[in-house]
């Protein structure tokens, strides 16, 4: 069992942006809500087309927030190349952790030192990913599934972060809508392949098996919740999860589908799911 409570220096966080400028203005105010001062964020705009996304990183980056830094990409690099400059400029300025986060998703109270705890709980951890409504192995109330958000965000992730002490089950890979990063595992096993996988999809299953292999985990950080919509961000690319990338995946770990299949059918985290259900409702709220 994880310790109890890890004190720890907060994680840097990435925000790549490719249009969805609604959700990003959203995800936006959820960040400023939740993390401390000061806090470093980077978010870097991948060269989006859509003028919306322009006028709301202009508002965001007039109101000076400390320790925020607005980029641009001077051509579209993809997420993997985008989450890798944030992970570089992370790196080149001695910060510690990072969390790469969609601009799509909506973050909770505590989220951000709730990562940076789990992180810091083991030396062996690699990338760290919370509960979620849309994160496939890590979507609750239903296990694999887009679940829709729910209407109060912040009451069912305070009911997740009380929900009994923090064990940070294993994975068999990171789900990428907001990934916590170890330096350690930066360090060791460098940062996504953008050779393999071009501008997206798979690149956080190759990271976290990767990591495996260097004898690192992959975590659940089963005490910390976040809201991802989903397809927002980087989706009018047209990069889907589909054959080509799942060829590149399975060309360098054969073996992926088969782990990833186990995992699904013993579904180990179906306990904790039961206990934050049983929770919730006793709170008197219902997830749809």
Known sequence: MAPASVSAPLPAVVIPVYNAAPELNRCLQTVRATVPPGTEVLIIDDASPDPAVAAVLRDWSGRGVPGWRFLSNPENLGFVGTANRGMRLCMSM???????LNSDTEVTRGWLQGLGRCLAADTAIATATPWSNNGEIVSIPRFCADNPAPADAEAVAAV??????????????????????ARRAIERIGLFDETLFGKGYGEENDYSLRAQ????????????????????????????????????????????????????????????????????????????
Request: proline share 7%.
């Open 94 to 100: 001695g910060r510690g952790d990072v969390v790469l």
């Open 160 to 181: 997740v972060g009380r929900c009994g002490p923090a064990v940070y089950p294993e994975l068999p890979t990171a789900v990428g809508f907001c990934m916590a990063v």
């Open 213 to 288: 292999d260097a004898g690192l985990r992959n975590v659940l950080c089963d005490d910390v919740y976040v809201v991802h919509l989903g397809g927002r961000s980087f989706g009018p690319l047209g990069l889907k999860p589909g054959a080509d990338s799942m060829r590149r995946l399975l060309s360098r770990h054969p073996g992926y589908l088969e782990r990833v299949q186990a995992f699904i059918a013993a579904d180990p985290l179906a306990g904790r799911r039961r206990a934050i259900l049983v929770a919730l409702d006793r709170a008197g709220i219902q997830l749809r």
